[in-house]
């Protein structure tokens, strides 16, 4: 099992930055990905970024060239630097990992959230 915490949300300007953090309980050097995904009210949960344990990333196209992920095996965290912020990236932001056990099954994890909030 691994436990997230999510920081870093807050309330900030359009065109803002605001870098978020995911602490997990144990290593993540072998987790498949984690990754961070968002949900604005009344929309479905949709992938922000993500990250596999071979360090490769992919971007939903809508933060591409603003948003990056990273990761630190040595602090098991994985932080989402959020740069010129637009209204519309205003939702619930949720951290994932993805894990494999020995028999090859992958489970997901998920952190309770953290708020952001891009005021026009």
């Known amino acids: 099992q691994v436990q997230l915490v999510e920081s870093g949300g807050g309330l900030v300007q359009a065109g803002g930055s605001l870098r978020l953090s995911c602490a997990a309980s144990r290593s993540i050097f072998s987790l498949v990905t984690m990754g961070w995904y968002r949900q604005a009210p009344g929309q479905q949960r949709e992938l922000v970024a993500r990250?596999?344990?071979?360090?490769?990333?992919n971007y939903a196209d809508s933060v591409k060239g603003r948003f990056t992920i990273s990761r630190d095996n040595a602090k098991n965290t994985v932080y989402l630097q959020m740069n010129t912020l637009k209204p519309e990236d205003t939702a619930v932001y949720y951290c994932n990992a993805r894990v494999r056990d020995s028999y090859g099954r992958e489970y997901n994890y998920w952190g309770p959230g953290t708020q952001v909030t891009v005021s026009s």
């Open positions: 990250v596999t344990s071979a360090g490769s990333t």
